[in-house]
């Protein structure tokens, strides 16, 4: 059975990482890792292929990316032109000439706008000067007075040797110079079709480049079924299922990416132009188109854009006004549309993690250049949907993907190995904050005790390491438990714990406060809670963090071991007094053998009381009825259970005796 609806896998998947961690022993021997060369061998050379191909392919590769790409940002106009019955050939020629027409029309906006600038430029010369000046004064001046007066204290030999090799560097070059010709400007030729051909040679290339991109997506769209059921039979003919999957996952998530980027850069384009043109900005059209074309470039584009629209302001303008506040609405804007507007139109859509967007801009801008950076979102969201899908690249998942890559109870093991209390405090306060401490216990701590018992059975961590992760425990249940105790001891916890378990010692601290029965002996009858741990040292901490909880509740629960129940009751005591006993166990272990004895025992000795037995599955999933066979007791799985009847015994003795002195001992025993 999971605890409190967790999928029972998940803790089976945590079992099978411990069981790999205590396989890998103390190291890789040098055998270990030449066989681990030579099993691996065969995948690194065919990354290294792999990356052949996309390095020596890319005039190829880039058109056919660059199309399938396209195919996705128009499929939806194609299939909203299918919807009201247009035939599928005139729904792609119309998509793409729509396509076209858009990006044509950009680019002679952006034609225009840039002729506009240079026949501009004559008038800003002045603004640009004076302002070049300016920051010479601030930036340049300083560091020249400065370099004058260190020149003072070099001495006058090297300074005159400096000042002779300085001459004869110049004498050549003055000599050169006056029979230099300097070469002046090209000259195209004055005949209209050379200056034609120039022009056609410089274009030519950039046009035939769209004409394939474009050649190329009319095809994949009007063979989109055609090509789907290929790729399904080449990458899983025999598992249809899978690669349905996986091609269903790739093509939703690059096409809600694509739609949604394009709509957010656009909007971001417009509010550009807008807010410059209220700034009365020349060329703001200029600004928002290069905006919302620079803001597909991950990370770095809106910025490139902000520095060129802050230059022409500085350039048109006499003073510093409009070049801050042009930069200060590129700022407004960028951090409205990525805090706020991307979060909820897209947020984490494409599972990327923000490192993994970095690199993949990284990476496939070192392979196919400026294209690649552009694409590089799309093209490391593929690798991911490839490591979802298929088991041989699932470490691209891991790699590449938002999700945590430790489960909470793997987590929180981690770091207790590495002595770190402080990070596993803020993981559990950050858990808090939308669930109860018990949940806690349950899903993080507890499941991390077992992790800890699985591969000190085996060897796996030292004795250091354990005492390690005994002290970081203490640390963490004194820190989350809620109570002001003071320690008495603590600078000798570390040697304390060497003797007495986690549990144990956080137990006795609390003692120092509530005497040695955690209380008074005289107590009405059915007014306390006792909690037993059947024996480990994780069945303390559990039974201790249970009656933390309890009491935090405002209800008497007491902790005791099953020697302190072997002496019998302290003299003084009712054993009438106790209403429920808990017999508590963290995980399944060879203590819950003592179960049954244990159960006995106490039936014998607390007659009256209500036995429950509180065995949480730890890491490892059981049915309810595997934990209850065999016996007659109640059983609950988690400790946020066994508050739950605690709490609603509470509220149901309040109600049948509402005038008894029962609040009156728990408030001051509490």
């Known amino acids: 059975m999971s605890v409190e609806g967790r999928p029972a896998h998940g803790w089976g998947q945590a079992m099978n990482a411990s069981l790999e961690r205590r396989g890998a022993g103390n190291g890789m021997s040098a055998t270990q890792s030449t066989g681990w060369l030579r099993d691996h061998s065969s995948r690194i050379v065919t990354a290294g292929i792999v990356l052949a191909i996309l390095y020596l392919g890319r005039s190829v590769l880039i058109p056919l990316v660059l199309a399938v790409m396209l195919s996705l940002l128009v499929a939806p106009l194609v299939r909203a032109l299918r919807r009201i019955r247009v035939g599928r050939t005139i729904s792609v020629l119309a998509a793409v000439v729509a396509l076209a027409v858009s990006c044509i029309a950009v680019a002679a906006t952006l034609g225009t706008q840039v002729l506009r600038i240079a026949e501009s430029l004559p008038q800003c010369e002045s603004n640009v000067q004076r302002k070049l000046k300016t920051l010479e004064e601030v930036t340049i001046a300083p560091l020249e007075r400065l370099n004058n007066e260190t020149s003072r204290l070099v001495e006058m030999r090297e300074s005159s040797e400096a000042t002779l090799h300085t001459g004869a560097v110049e004498r050549p070059l003055q000599a050169a110079g006056r029979g230099a010709v300097l070469p002046g400007p090209p000259e195209f030729g004055r005949h209209p079709l050379q200056l034609m051909g120039k022009l056609l040679t410089t274009v030519w290339g950039p046009i035939q480049f769209a004409g394939i991109v474009l050649l190329v997506l009319i095809f994949v769209l009007l063979e989109h079924e055609s090509l789907r059921d290929r790729l399904i039979r080449t990458a899983g003919a025999t598992d249809i299922r899978s690669a349905t999957l996986a091609l269903n996952d790739a093509g939703d998530r690059l096409s809600r990416y694509f739609v949604s980027q394009f709509l957010v850069n656009l909007?971001?384009?417009?509010?550009?132009?807008?807010?410059?043109?209220?700034?009365?900005?020349?060329?703001?059209?200029?600004?928002?188109?290069?905006?919302?074309?620079?803001?597909?470039?991950?990370?770095?584009?809106?910025?490139?854009?902000?520095?060129?629209?802050?230059?022409?302001?500085?350039?048109?303008?006499?003073?510093?006004?409009?070049?801050?506040?042009?930069?200060?609405?590129?700022?407004?804007?960028?951090?409205?549309?990525?805090?706020?507007?991307?979060?909820?139109?897209?947020?984490?859509?494409?599972?990327?993690?923000?490192?993994?967007?970095?690199?993949?801009?990284?990476?496939?801008?070192?392979?196919?250049?400026?294209?690649?950076?552009?694409?590089?979102?799309?093209?490391?969201?593929?690798?991911?949907?490839?490591?979802?899908?298929?088991?041989?690249?699932?470490?691209?998942?891991?790699?590449?993907?938002?999700?945590?890559?430790?489960?909470?109870?793997?987590?929180?093991?981690?770091?207790?190995?590495?002595?770190?209390?402080?990070?596993?405090?803020?993981?559990?306060?950050?858990?808090?904050?939308?669930?109860?401490?018990?949940?806690?216990?349950?899903?993080?701590?507890?499941?991390?005790?077992?992790?800890?018992?699985?591969?000190?059975?085996?060897?796996?961590?030292?004795?250091?390491?354990?005492?390690?992760?005994?002290?970081?425990?203490?640390?963490?249940?004194?820190?989350?438990?809620?109570?002001?105790?003071?320690?008495?001891?603590?600078?000798?916890?570390?040697?304390?714990?060497?003797?007495?378990?986690?549990?144990?010692?956080?137990?006795?601290?609390?003692?120092?406060?509530?005497?040695?029965?955690?209380?008074?002996?005289?107590?009405?009858?059915?007014?306390?809670?006792?909690?037993?741990?059947?024996?480990?040292?994780?069945?303390?901490?559990?039974?201790?963090?249970?009656?933390?909880?309890?009491?935090?509740?405002?209800?008497?629960?007491?902790?005791?071991?099953?020697?302190?129940?072997?002496?019998?009751?302290?003299?003084?005591?009712?054993?009438?007094?106790?209403?429920?006993?808990?017999?508590?166990?963290?995980?399944?272990?060879?203590?819950?053998?003592?179960?049954?004895?244990?159960?006995?025992?106490?039936?014998?000795?607390?007659?009256?009381?209500?036995?429950?037995?509180?065995?949480?599955?730890?890491?490892?999933?059981?049915?309810?009825s595997d934990n209850s066979a065999g016996n007659t007791e109640s059983t609950v799985s988690s400790l946020r259970q066994a508050i739950e009847i605690c709490t609603s015994w509470r509220e149901a003795r309040i109600k049948r005796q509402p005038s008894s002195g029962y609040q009156a001992v728990v408030a001051r025993n509490a």
């Open 267 to 624: 909007a971001f384009g417009l509010a550009v132009w807008v807010s410059l043109s209220m700034l009365s900005l020349p060329q703001a059209l200029l600004c928002g188109i290069l905006a919302g074309v620079m803001r597909f470039v991950p990370y770095v584009g809106a910025g490139l854009a902000a520095v060129f629209a802050a230059a022409l302001a500085l350039a048109v303008d006499p003073g510093w006004s409009l070049a801050l506040s042009t930069l200060a609405v590129f700022i407004l804007l960028d951090i409205v549309v990525g805090q706020l507007v991307e979060p909820h139109l897209y947020g984490h859509a494409t599972g990327l993690s923000p490192l993994s967007i970095v690199v993949g801009a990284i990476f496939w801008s070192c392979l196919w250049g400026p294209i690649g950076l552009i694409l590089s979102t799309p093209l490391t969201l593929c690798l991911l949907v490839a490591g979802r899908h298929t088991k041989a690249l699932s470490v691209l998942e891991v790699l590449l993907g938002n999700a945590q890559p430790l489960t909470l109870p793997q987590r929180a093991y981690q770091r207790a190995l590495s002595g770190d209390p402080h990070e596993i405090i803020a993981d559990a306060r950050t858990f808090l904050k939308s669930d109860s401490l018990a949940a806690y216990c349950d899903r993080v701590m507890i499941p991390a005790l077992h992790l800890a018992r699985l591969d000190a059975e085996t060897d796996a961590i030292t004795e250091d390491q354990q005492l390690k992760i005994r002290r970081v425990i203490v640390h963490v249940a004194a820190a989350l438990s809620g109570n002001n105790l003071k320690a008495r001891q603590r600078r000798h916890r570390g040697a304390v714990l060497e003797e007495l378990t986690a549990g144990h010692w956080l137990r006795q601290q609390r003692e120092q406060l509530t005497g040695k029965w955690q209380g008074p002996l005289g107590v009405p009858a059915g007014s306390i809670v006792i909690c037993m741990a059947l024996g480990s040292p994780a069945d303390d901490l559990a039974t201790e963090m249970l009656v933390r909880m309890l009491r935090s509740e405002q209800i008497d629960a007491r902790h005791f071991s099953p020697a302190e129940i072997d002496a019998g009751l302290p003299p003084g005591a009712d054993p009438d007094g106790v209403a429920i006993a808990f017999l508590v166990s963290a995980f399944p272990s060879s203590e819950r053998e003592r179960a049954g004895s244990i159960n006995q025992q106490l039936r014998e000795l607390l007659p009256e009381a209500n036995l429950i037995r509180v065995f949480c599955p730890g890491v490892t999933a059981q049915s309810e």
